[in-house]
């Protein structure tokens, strides 16, 4: 599996999950996960599953790419990264290559990778995509500039689609090709509640609560969820109610101090950094105001928790499309970043709102992956038989 991960958590935290599955199936795959993220090993990796991690890249608040860490060229860093994954799949020899996202990799780095891939004839490639990825137009125009199609023409055998066709049809919005489309499978979304069972009692320990309503204020990795953090933090908690506040590990110092120091004011107010499996609060909490991530809102679907989305808008609007269609199904309530408050967040804590259905949209990916990737695998094998016979 490939997860490039230039900025949050959601990627890498999506295809452990992912990876999980796979190994926890009938399959019993070993994995690989290469990942551009360097807090990967912040997290317990799935039995089977193991890690590469790459030298990472930085995206600016303008979506533009740049090195991270290290002191190189972006064009010296990309040289580094891809010639990691390839000396890491030649190794590895997989019968199996899961892509996030990006057909050609982050600035194309896979594509040495996908040349030796096809030329051995062996591994069936995948690319794995969330439900939404942006605006019809700009992923139109990304795609076409990318020429994206011909890459999955040229090495991809299956996309899956990790999402609810009902929530958003990304082969109409996108107006996708034949060619993608005929290999387009929806597999639902990842049910979360199994990160229940992969948490460990260590992690569990680190979220007791004093008796009461909690709720919870999660942020993602917290680069640019400063402004939901320090409107919750300065919001008026419901009578018995507790507030937790999950900042992430890329708040900005600065931003992080305000939150600590408007939780230092209020003793009904709770402040944490890092918590390695964030779904054990999601899970307890009565309520959520968060932000309109992948990960977040499967969890919010697969709990049924009533929750307040305030997206993020720039530089994509993913997160935006995400929740306005789920506020379309009555599943959640949308509070635009432009009228975000403490005010509009205590307003809203305010007034009873009921919990969605955990049945209102297909949470079924997670038990489909696994079918899916058997059938991939079984098929590359006939086709292997009759070509030989």
Same mark, same amino acid.
């Given at each position: 599996?490939?997860?490039?991960?230039?900025?949050?958590?959601?990627?890498?935290?999506?295809?452990?999950?992912?990876?999980?599955?796979?190994?926890?199936?009938?399959?019993?795959?070993?994995?690989?996960?290469?990942?551009?993220?360097?807090?990967?090993?912040?997290?317990?990796?799935?039995?089977?599953?193991?890690?590469?991690?790459?030298?990472? @890249?930085?995206?600016? /608040?303008?979506?533009?790419?740049?090195?991270?860490? %290290?002191?190189?060229?972006?064009?010296?860093?990309?040289?580094?990264?891809?010639?990691?994954?390839?000396?890491?799949?030649?190794? #590895?020899?997989?019968?199996?290559?899961?892509?996030?996202?990006?057909?050609?990799?982050?600035?194309?780095?896979?594509?040495?990778?996908?040349?030796?891939?096809?030329?051995?004839?062996?591994?069936?490639?995948?690319?794995?995509?969330?439900?939404? @990825?942006?605006?019809?137009?700009?992923?139109?125009?990304?795609?076409?500039?990318?020429?994206? $199609?011909?890459? @999955?023409?040229?090495?991809?055998?299956?996309?899956?689609?990790?999402?609810?066709?009902? &929530?958003?049809?990304? +082969?109409?919005?996108?107006?996708?090709?034949?060619?993608?489309?005929?290999?387009?499978?929806?597999?639902?979304?990842?049910?979360?509640?199994?990160?229940?069972?992969? +948490?460990?009692?260590?992690?569990?320990?680190?979220?007791?609560?004093?008796?009461?309503?909690?709720?919870?204020?999660?942020?993602?990795?917290?680069?640019?969820?400063?402004?939901?953090?320090?409107? #919750?933090?300065? +919001?008026?908690?419901?009578?018995?109610?507790?507030?937790?506040?999950?900042?992430?590990?890329?708040?900005?110092?600065?931003?992080? $101090?305000?939150?600590?120091?408007?939780?230092?004011?209020?003793?009904?107010?709770?402040?944490?950094? #890092?918590?390695?499996?964030?779904?054990?609060?999601?899970?307890?909490?009565?309520?959520?105001?968060?932000?309109?991530?992948?990960?977040?809102?499967?969890?919010?679907?697969?709990?049924?928790?009533?929750? %307040?989305?305030?997206?993020?808008?720039?530089?994509?609007?993913?997160?935006?499309?995400?929740? $306005?269609?789920?506020?379309?199904?009555?599943?959640?309530?949308?509070?635009?970043?432009?009228?975000?408050?403490?005010?509009?967040?205590?307003?809203?804590?305010?007034?009873?709102?009921?919990?969605?259905? &955990?049945? /209102?949209?297909?949470?079924?990916? @997670?038990?489909?992956?696994? &079918?899916?990737?058997?059938?991939?695998?079984?098929?590359?094998?006939?086709? +292997?038989? /009759?070509?030989?016979?």
């Amino acid at each position: 599996m490939y997860s490039h991960d230039t900025m949050g958590l959601g990627h890498m935290r999506r295809n452990l999950l992912i990876a999980g599955a796979l190994a926890s199936s009938s399959m019993d795959a070993a994995i690989l996960l290469v990942t551009g993220s360097r807090h990967a090993n912040a997290f317990t990796a799935p039995r089977g599953v193991d890690l590469v991690t790459l030298p990472a @890249l930085h995206k600016d /608040a303008k979506g533009r790419y740049g090195a991270g860490a %290290l002191p190189l060229s972006l064009k010296d860093l990309v040289t580094l990264r891809a010639s990691t994954i390839r000396a890491a799949l030649k190794a #590895f020899d997989p019968d199996l290559f899961i892509v996030d996202n990006v057909p050609r990799g982050a600035l194309e780095e896979l594509v040495p990778t996908l040349d030796d891939l096809k030329a051995r004839g062996r591994a069936r490639c995948v690319l794995g995509l969330r439900d939404i @990825l942006d605006e019809p137009m700009v992923v139109r125009s990304e795609w076409d500039e990318a020429d994206n $199609e011909a890459a @999955l023409r040229a090495y991809y055998s299956a996309v899956w689609v990790y999402g609810d066709r009902n &929530v958003y049809d990304i +082969a109409r919005e996108y107006d996708f090709g034949a060619d993608v489309c005929s290999r387009m499978t929806y597999t639902g979304y990842l049910d979360q509640r199994v990160r229940l069972d992969m +948490a460990q009692a260590p992690q569990a320990a680190r979220v007791e609560w004093p008796p009461g309503r909690q709720i919870l204020c999660t942020v993602g990795g917290g680069q640019d969820g400063g402004s939901v953090a320090e409107a #919750f933090a300065a +919001a008026e908690m419901p009578a018995g109610a507790n507030g937790i506040v999950l900042t992430g590990p890329f708040m900005p110092g600065r931003t992080r $101090e305000h939150v600590r120091q408007l939780a230092r004011k209020n003793e009904r107010l709770f402040l944490l950094d #890092f918590v390695p499996e964030a779904a054990l609060l999601m899970h307890r909490a009565d309520r959520v105001v968060t932000m309109g991530g992948y990960n977040t809102m499967s969890e919010v679907l697969s709990f049924g928790k009533s929750a %307040l989305v305030v997206p993020r808008v720039t530089p994509r609007r993913e997160q935006l499309i995400r929740a $306005e269609h789920l506020q379309r199904l009555g599943l959640v309530d949308v509070l635009h970043p432009q009228h975000l408050t403490p005010e509009a967040i205590s307003n809203w804590l305010s007034q009873e709102r009921p919990a969605p259905p &955990v049945t /209102a949209v297909d949470l079924g990916g @997670l038990s489909r992956v696994p &079918v899916l990737a058997q059938e991939l695998l079984n098929a590359h094998d006939l086709e +292997a038989a /009759a070509s030989v016979h």
